[in-house]
T-cell receptor
Framework: GAVVSQHPSRVICKSGTSVKIECRSL??????MFWYRQFPKKSLMLMAT?????????EQGVEKDKFLINHASLTLSTLTVTSAHPEDSSFYIC?????????????FGPGTRLLVL | AQSVTQLDSHVSVSEGTPVLLRCNYS??????LFWYVQHPNKGLQLLLK??????LVKGINGFEAEFKKSETSFHLTKPSAHMSDAAEYFC????????????FGTGTKLQVIP
């Protein structure tokens, strides 16, 4: 089946630094990728939708200058958390969509745990 | 507007006994409903989906769920738990319009006791 990877799986950084998270579709091309954030004991919240070759669409309340998304190729999207602060600590999950719209065509990565000290 | 509530954050069952993970939803329209499973360090995997066809939906690994509109429920069941079923399960509701809005539940952690 379709496989999506994320790198790194976990990262610890100092407050004020920037962190880049990669999301790759390993065996298919994904014109659309999604970034989610999961707080402890909370549901996944969609942060943004990333389309290859165009600007990402951010959900209401998500700071686009804080969470920079780049979808430079059909197999790679990156999320950069700029000037990270402790409140940015969370579990970030990406997904890549293969084919037509519909959540069932989204394949999820294993997630990246970010801890900002 | 739509929302989904997973009534139990943690469920513990003995191996070989039935599994019931509860999910209630609210939606202003006819929704699509899904169950996903997340094993440690793995991505979310689709278990099954309801998209307005048969109300009893069968998924992978012996799981099934029944859509009950009158009760606004979509509970996940399995007749006999296996150790490999231990994971986190998410109930998801989605609209079926042009702009797809997806809402995840808060998850239920299933523990299977040998």
């Amino acid at each position: 089946g379709a496989v999506v990877s994320q790198h790194p799986s976990r990262v610890i950084c100092k407050s004020g630094t920037s962190v880049k998270i990669e999301c790759r579709s390993l065996d298919f091309q994904a014109t659309t990728m999604f970034w989610y954030r999961q707080f402890p004991k909370k549901s996944l919240m969609l942060m943004a939708t990333s389309n290859e070759g165009s600007k990402a669409t951010y959900e209401q309340g998500v700071e686009k200058d804080k969470f920079l998304i780049n979808h430079a190729s059909l197999t790679l999207s990156t999320l950069t958390v700029t000037s990270a602060h402790p409140e940015d600590s969370s579990f970030y999950i990406c997904s890549a969509r293969q084919g037509l719209a519909g959540i069932e065509t989204q394949y999820f990565g294993p997630g990246t745990r970010l801890l900002v000290l | 507007a739509q929302s989904v509530t997973q009534l139990d954050s943690h469920v513990s069952v003995s191996e070989g006994t039935p599994v019931l993970l509860r999910c209630n939803y609210s939606s202003s329209y006819s929704p699509s409903l899904f169950w996903y499973v997340q094993h440690p360090n793995k991505g979310l995997q689709l278990l099954l989906k309801y998209t307005s066809a048969a109300t009893l939906v069968k998924g992978i690994n012996g799981f099934e769920a029944e859509f009950k509109k009158s009760e606004t429920s979509f509970h996940l069941t399995k007749p006999s738990a296996h150790m490999s079923d231990a994971a986190e399960y998410f109930c998801v509701v989605s609209n079926t319009g042009g702009y797809q809005k997806v809402t995840f539940g808060t998850g239920t952690k299933l523990q299977v006791i040998p």
